[in-house]
């Protein structure tokens, strides 16, 4: 007996005790409130319809700041900051090769309205772009020789330069030679005993 009378007096009432009931009504108004922003997401509206990648009818320029120095502040608007700066996505992009990235890239052409699909071309569409690029090649810029004869022409060429070649070689021989052989009188070289070696004159 005096073993219960000791439980009597323990207080073990230092654990959490949890009310099973208030945290399933918690979950419940949580699921509820997940469900709804699901919903609310979904129902937003249409999908964004986009128009096909196009080309650029702008030159890009990446040469315009080459080999020049900018003294570059923390102060400075973006624009005016070192490397490349994107007025569309409103960045700056710090090489040249990264700027391409970015501007041939999905974030980029998003903002400017267009999806990165290409819209698919037709038959009559693809021959009016071959007349297009025909009529704007100059005129003379390709002779339309027959290819035997392009590679008969450029081996001629080819020989006539060896040929200069050679020549050139053999006039510099020559010069040298002439300039290591000395001029000697022949009188002096007659007196020198260089007038001819094992002939004597009488």
Same mark, same amino acid.
């Given at each position: 007996?005096?073993? #219960? ?48 990648? @196009? ?8 040469? #315009? ?41 999905? @974030? ?5 309205? $267009?999806? $990165?699909?290409?819209? !698919?071309? #037709? ?5 009016? !772009? ?35 070649? !050679?020549?050139?070689? @053999? ?19 007659? $007196? ?11």
């Amino acid at each position: 007996m005096a073993a #219960s009378n000791n439980a009597l007096g323990v207080d073990n009432t230092f654990r959490k005790k949890f009310d099973r009931e208030e945290y399933l009504e918690r979950a419940r108004e949580r699921e509820k409130q997940e469900a709804e922003g699901r919903g609310k997401s979904k129902a937003k509206g249409p999908p964004v319809q986009r128009k096909p990648l @196009k080309h650029r009818d702008y030159e890009v320029d990446l040469e #315009s700041r080459l080999g020049k120095t900018q003294v570059v502040t923390p102060v400075a608007p973006l624009s005016q900051q070192a490397g490349y700066y994107c007025s569309v996505c409103e960045c700056v992009v710090k090489d040249s090769a990264n700027y391409l990235d970015h501007i041939n890239g999905k @974030k980029h052409q998003r903002a400017l309205g $267009m999806s $990165m699909r290409v819209e !698919r071309a #037709s038959l009559k569409q693809v021959q009016e !772009r071959f007349e297009q690029l025909k009529k704007r090649k100059p005129p003379g810029s390709f002779s339309e020789q027959d290819l035997d004869e392009r590679i008969i022409k450029q081996q001629e060429e080819e020989e006539e330069r060896k040929r200069q070649r !050679r020549e050139r070689k @053999k006039e510099k021989k020559k010069e040298k030679a002439a300039e290591e052989e000395p001029e000697i009188d022949p009188d002096v070289a007659a $007196m020198m005993g260089f007038g001819g070696f094992g002939s004597s004159k009488k």
